[in-house]
């Protein structure tokens, strides 16, 4: 049986406070040097819970400082250097200055009413089922806090949560911080030479095999993946699928990038497998969806008794996501999911907008001499630069 994580069994659902004062985050800079206890004198009792030690460490923040230091141009930074649609602006715009008083104040804590609406009517055709807008989906700051509650929510002290490598580098600390052990399973590259894509990066059946057992609390399965571009194929997520069901494991899919898919390939959900549904937590991200990171709002789907594991931390954890931007993310899915399928649908635009960056970038790695892998989706582009250390 599937259960939530013991530490959210005291914790009713739904909860409702009303309270007066005001929280301040001060502000901090984009990047910063991570700071040891050298650097400070502080009590025992005044330093940071064992817990989250060592999570400071960030790749992006490392990358971001050696990139300022030395004046270069960050490829690795996640998001577009262009503009969303009109449309989805201009529909923020109107929501903030909208007669509707209620769109500057606090929605329902899991979601506005308009956008799960929405979210169940794209996805239950995707998913070959009625989705329940309020019972099975979960709005989010942005993708990351989805996976966070999924982490919280699910994982007792001691579970393993298989992470494949390579991974976002937020698995592994999430893990780890709601007590869990991350058990790697790497994906492996096929070739070295000639035309490489990611499609040659393969998991091994029995070593993947290998690493469920009765401690095995979930695993989490990124396609399009991040950073490869793998688009894991219907046998492959088969075979995940098969021993999830064999050993009662849960899937964290995370499906941010699920319309970066180019031309040739097609993104399948591990939650529409036969008998998965039951199993799978499904995160989306309005961010890669829409071009609009910095909005930060993303989503989860899932069975109503994975899903209120989520909410549970959801609501003592971020409450509520803003109002306007959960307004102008629903009006761009009623725009767009009746043109699914269709050219001038944005989610098949974005992939035919990015195609030929994809090339160009590939081009010019390999005329400097490394061997990129070409993605089948996201993104992101990988390259082996081994010959040049030759």
């Given amino acids: 049986m599937l259960k939530l994580s013991s530490r959210l069994l005291n914790c009713s659902c739904p909860v409702v406070r009303s309270f007066k004062g005001t929280l ?8 910063h040097r991570n700071i040891s ?15 989250i030690e060592g999570g400071g460490n960030n790749v992006w923040v ?22 969303p649609p009109e449309y989805v602006k201009d529909s923020l715009c109107q929501a903030v200055k909208s007669d509707n008083v209620l769109l500057n104040q606090y929605t329902r804590s899991y979601g506005h009413p308009r956008l799960v609406n929405a979210l ?34 699910l994982v007792n002290p001691g579970d393993e949560v298989i992470i494949i490598e390579p991974f976002f580098d937020c698995y592994e600390p999430m893990v780890k911080v709601a007590g869990g052990i991350p058990v790697f399973i ?13 499609d040659d990066w393969k998991l091994d059946p029995a070593e993947l095999a290998s690493k469920f057992s009765d401690k095995t609390k979930a695993i ?35 499906e941010v990038y699920e319309w970066l898919v180019y031309k040739g390939h097609q993104h399948t959900r591990i939650a529409t497998l036969p008998d998965m549904w039951e199993r799978t937590v499904t995160i989306g991200s309005a961010g890669k969806t829409f071009s609009v990171t910095g909005w930060k709002l993303g989503w989860s789907i899932g069975p109503k008794d994975l899903i209120h594991a989520l909410k549970t931390v959801h609501q003592n954890c971020t409450y509520t996501c803003p109002t306007p931007i959960q307004e102008a993310v629903a009006i761009g899915f009623e725009r767009e999911t009746p043109l699914i399928g269709k050219p001038e649908c944005y989610f098949n635009e974005l992939p035919a907008e990015l195609e030929p960056k994809r090339k160009k970038m590939a081009k010019f790695l390999s005329e400097v001499g490394m061997v990129p892998t070409i993605p089948e989706g996201g993104y992101f582009m990988m390259a082996d630069y081994s010959k040049l250390s030759k």
């Fill in 24 to 31: 301040v985050k001060p502000s901090a800079p984009l990047y």
């Fill in 37 to 51: 206890y050298s650097d400070v004198t502080m009590s025992s009792k005044s330093r940071m819970a064992k817990r």
């Fill in 62 to 83: 490392e990358f971001g400082r050696l990139t300022a230091e030395h004046n270069a141009l960050n490829l690795g930074q996640g998001f577009p250097n262009f503009s």
């Fill in 120 to 153: 169940a009517k794209t996805f239950s055709p995707l998913h070959s089922r009625e989705i329940d807008a309020m019972e099975e989906i979960m709005v989010s700051i942005g993708a990351y806090e989805s996976l966070f509650c999924s982490m919280q929510g």
């Fill in 186 to 198: 790497p994906l492996r590259p096929t070739k070295s030479e000639g035309v490489v894509t990611s």
């Fill in 220 to 254: 989490i399965v990124n396609t399009p993946h991040n950073p490869t571009g793998k688009i894991f194929t219907r046998d492959e997520l088969t075979m995940i699928a098969d021993l999830c069901k064999k050993h009662d494991v849960v899937v964290i899919a995370d």
